[in-house]
Each structure stands twice: as structure tokens, then as C-alpha cells.
């Protein structure tokens, strides 16, 4: 008897092909990402088709006779989709469409994940982003994909551009590329400018970056109390949200929230979210969260690691974050070294752990001072209260001034002021 399901979700088929230069657990975690990401995308899976072989079957990614199998096994699940775990060619999408028949769509990890980006993106530049990463998967594969383009109707693998654009010619499709692209440069520039300023105001900048779902949006709502969406999906913010932060000796700070990052990201989102990575490259600081509660959380570290060296960002200061510290059922395999921290966001103190250990990382690349401010300098004061670590502050009555110590950017106008004195 069939499950009754809600009408957004669609009943999903995932098919994977274990390949010789994969490893049982990669796979087998690849999968159970790729059912993670059905999920957020709303569809509920049926049944999962795997494949060993050497390498994949250039006509038909599984070999002929498990998609034979895989089109019995549709019409048994009564599925809508087939979601296949790498990314397809034309030409397999269209061979197996012609086995599997047109009941059924084709869709492959890129496009699922190009899906998901589409229901996230809030932003004029998200969804744009989004368009663009479509296009450009979608250009190469016009030809060949016959009715699963002219399909009408919504579901995974379909929203973005839109039908009726899908269908139209390679021109049209490169036109409207052309002025997205034009569209983003002016927004590029934009935040460039916005970047700029926020460095000549000397603001101290801190990225929270990790894998999709670590807890990002959770640690900046709880530091910021801001309101970023969270959710217990992959990729539930997609756009970068940036607030202001005080640290616990007054300091203010940003914290600049990204767009979460993911085994096998496909390589046209990678290019077309390359722009709002760029706060990443401006920071000051980087705090790398992982959710130390999943099983696979060293190979998430992994994953980010190799994505910020693309980003050339190893010279920034980086504090490593394990979160979920509460969700945590074996403490022994989270080894936490003396420059990392372990905390769980919903606890206030850990979170003021964290701010403290920011701060003392932040510091190490700042310059001591020892300066008097006049009781009649009460701008210049606020100014070190709040643009500086300030450790001690105490009251002189013989000179009638405050005595103020503490840690200054190098770069920072205040340093030249408060070296004079």
C-alpha cells in the first residue's frame, strides 16, 4: 500500500555507483549526504539503488542491467524522481530516460543541490547567483533532455530560471548569462565598496565558516541575537548575514555568517558563491565550527580546510570550533587541542568561553599601550572603549586623567594617538 505523503514532498529513488577510487565509507557517507540533501529538498526517499564497478558506464552511469532493475524498481516504489549521486551527461540522462520512461524525472547530485540553493536564496544576489550556476550546469545539456524540459508542473530539479526558459535556444540562454553576470559585477562592487569602508571605520571582522548544518546561524543568533533562520537542514542559510558583536572587554567586532560548505560542492557553485566567500578573505579572524555530535565530522573538517586553501586564506588567524557539545554520546573521539574549544551554542557559558577566546586570538595580533585621557576627552575615551581591548582603566587625580592599558590594532588610527601619549 502506498505511504500517504503531503503534496510537496515527491518520492525519491537515489542511485550511487561505488567506483574503485572510493572507499566503502566515503560511499557509503556520500549516500547517506546525498539522502540528507532529498530531504531538505523536501522528497522522501523509496528505495536506493548501489553499484561496485571499475568506473562509471559512460551511457549509462550504473551498468545496463541495474537501470533495467532501477526501472522496475519505479513502477514498484511508484516514484517521481531518480536522484543519481554524481553528476550526469546529456546523453545519460537521456539513455536512461528512455529505459526508465517518462514517468519518472532524472536529476543528479548538482542539479539536487543547484535545487535546494534555489529555495534558500532570499537575496537579490542569491537568487541571482543561483540563476547563473543553473544556467551554466543546465547550457551543456539542452540537448538530449527532450521531455524532462518540456515537462510542465514544480518538484525537485525544477525551480530556478524556469520552464519556458529552459526551452528556449543556446542564445537566449547566454544572453541572460551575460546580464546576470553584469548585474553581479555591479553588486560585487558594491559590497567592495561596502568592504572598503567598513576598513577605513577600522572594524574588526570575524567569519564563521564551516560544513552545511555545523551550527553557524545558531552561535551568531546566540552572540548577536540575530535573526538568521535556523534549521536542522543542509544549507538552511544561504545568504551572508553580517552583525555586530561586542567582545567582553568592550571591543566591537563583525561577525560575518556563510553559506555552509559541502562534500563534492558542484564546480559552477563554486564559482558563482566565490564573491560571497570574499568576507572570509577579509577577516580578521576565522572560526571554523564543526559539529563534533556527527559521526563524520573529521572528514567535514577536512573538506572546509581544503576549500578555504582554494581561498588562499592561511594566513588568517583561525579558531577551530566543535559545537554540539551537548549532543555529543562518545567525548573520547573529540580530541580538543589547547588552541581549539568544544562548546554547545545553547549554553550561555560556553558561548562566553568562546567570546573570551576570540578575544585572546584577536589580541595576539594587536599592540600593547599604556596612555593618559583627559577627563575633557570623553570622545577619544568611548573611542578606546570600544575600538580597543581595554584591560584597565583608573581615575588619576593628580593629572586629572584616566589611566587607560590595553591592545590596539597596529593599523588602527588610535595606535599613532595613543603611542604619543
Known amino acids: ?95 536512461i530516460s528512455s529505459i526508465c520512461g517518462d514517468s519518472v524525472r532524472v536529476i543528479d547530485r548538482t542539479q539536487l543541490i543547484l535545487d535546494i540553493f534555489a529555495q534558500r536564496a532570499q537575496s537579490k544576489e542569491g537568487k541571482l547567483q543561483v540563476e547563473l550556476a543553473q544556467l551554466n550546469y543546465l547550457l ?92 536542522n537542514l543542509l544549507f538552511a542559510t544561504l545568504d551572508p548575514t553580517t552583525r555586530k558583536f561586542k567582545l567582553p572587554s568592550g571591543l566591537n567586532v563583525l561577525l560575518s555568517d556563510t553559506v555552509g560548505f559541502i562534500q563534492d560542492l558542484p564546480t559552477t557553485l563554486i564559482a558563482a558563491f566565490r564573491s560571497t566567500l570574499e568576507e572570509v578573505r577579509e577577516a580578521d579572524l576565522i572560526l571554523h565550527i564543526i559539529d563534533a555530535s556527527h559521526k563524520n565530522f573529521i572528514e567535514h573538517q577536512k573538506t572546509v580546510l581544503s576549500l578555504l586553501e582554494d581561498l588562499e586564506v592561511n594566513e588568517i588567524p583561525m579558531l577551530t570550533v566543535y559545537n554540539k557539545a551537548d549532543l555529543i554520546e562518545d567525548q573520547e573521539r573529540v580530541i580538543v587541542h589547547s588552541s581549539e574549544i568544544l562548546i554547545s551554542a545553547k549554553e550561555h557559558e560556553h558561548l562566553k568561553r568562546l567570546s573570551e577566546k576570540m578575544e585572546g586570538l584577536l589580541k595576539k595580533d594587536m599592540v600593547y599601550y ?38 590596539v590594532h597596529p593599523n588602527h588610527s588610535l595606535a599613532y594617538q595613543l603611542k604619543k601619549r
Open 140 to 231: 551543456p545539456r539542452l540537448m538530449g533532455r527532450g521531455l524532462a524540459l518540456s515537462r510542465l508542473g514544480g518538484g525537485i530539479g525544477t525551480r530556478g530560471p524556469g520552464e519556458t526558459q529552459l526551452e528556449t535556444d543556446r542564445r537566449h540562454i547566454r544572453r541572460r548569462m551575460d546580464e546576470i553576470k553584469e548585474q553581479l559585477a555591479t553588486i560585487v562592487q558594491h559590497r567592495k565598496q561596502y568592504r572598503e569602508r567598513r576598513k577605513e571605520n577600522q572594524v574588526l571582522q570575524i567569519a564563521l565558516v564551516g560544513y552545511t548544518n555545523a551550527g553557524k546561524s545558531t552561535i551568531l543568533n546566540r552572540l548577536t541575537a540575530a535573526d538568521t533562520l535556523e534549521q
Open 1 to 95: 500500500m502506498r505511504e500517504v505523503k503531503s503534496e510537496t514532498q515527491e518520492r525519491v529513488i537515489l542511485a550511487g555507483c561505488q567506483t574503485k577510487d572510493r572507499t566503502d565509507d566515503h560511499f557509503l557517507y556520500s549516500m547517506e549526504e546525498l539522502k540528507a540533501l532529498t530531504t531538505t529538498a523536501q522528497g522522501v526517499v523509496v528505495a536506493t539503488v548501489e553499484q561496485k564497478k571499475v568506473s562509471i558506464d559512460p551511457a549509462t552511469y550504473l551498468g545496463r542491467g541495474k537501470i533495467e532493475e532501477l526501472s522496475l524498481l519505479i513502477e514498484e516504489k511508484e516514484a517521481d524522481v531518480i536522484i543519481f549521486n554524481d553528476e550526469l551527461s546529456a546523453g545519460q540522462i537521456r539513455n
Open 370 to 407: 599604556k596612555a593618559q585621557i583627559l577627563s575633557t576627552e570623553g570622545k577619544l575615551l568611548s573611542k578606546v572603549k570600544t575600538e580597543t581591548i581595554l584591560i584597565r582603566q583608573s581615575w588619576n587625580e593628580d593629572v586629572e586623567a584616566y589611566e587607560c592599558e590595553g591592545y
